[in-house]
């Protein structure tokens, strides 16, 4: 059984298989799905990263007042993924 996971863009429910983990470590925003620690999921779509992205929403997620170049970084995560 795969785990149902919320995205913090659009708050719909999928499978964790259907969306990308973003966790914080050091200041440095990563894709990762099996790292310990304060992570969110977000849809594998452009629209959430946006969302999650100027909304202050992953902030608020990782409980983090503010992500040094937090948006540049997913950003780029983003180009990683292909949107």
Known sequence: MI???????CRTK????EMVRVCQSD?????S???KG???????????FKDAMTKGKL???LRVK??????KQLSSICE????
């Open 14 to 17: 999928r499978s964790a298989n």
């Open 38 to 48: 304060r992570g969110t999921w977000i849809c594998r779509d452009k629209s959430c």
């Open 3 to 9: 785990p149902e996971r919320t995205c913090i863009g």
């Open 80 to 83: 990683v993924l292909g949107f």
């Open 33 to 35: 799905a099996d790292s």
């Open 66 to 71: 503010s992500l040094p170049d937090g948006q």
């Open 59 to 61: 902030e608020r997620a």
């Open 27 to 31: 200041g440095q925003l990563r894709i």
